[in-house]
């Protein structure tokens, strides 16, 4: 949180850790403005991906193993 605290625009990805079990989410925070540019807050949105990093997980191992079978069959 704090590392977050002073930025007005962020779009990425971080990681929390509580109680042993890891979880993922996608952090952005937008600038909130009138039209004289003169920002009057921030927007944050936290949505947890951990299923989808999790598939993703699983996605990059199935893609490992079918790569080595596919040079174990060439050989």
């Not at 925070?29 to 989808?52: K, N």
């Not at 990093?53 to 079918?66: G, H, N």
């Amino acid at each position: 949180v704090d590392r977050y605290r002073d930025v007005m625009n962020v779009d990425t990805e971080i990681s929390i850790t509580r109680n042993g079990e890891q979880r993922y989410f996608h952090l952005d925070i937008s600038p909130i403005g009138s039209d004289s540019d003169v920002i009057e807050g921030r927007v944050v949105v936290l949505r947890d991906i951990t299923e989808r990093k999790e598939r993703e997980q699983e996605l990059d191992l199935l893609k490992q193993v079918l790569s080595r079978v596919l040079r174990h069959n060439i050989r």
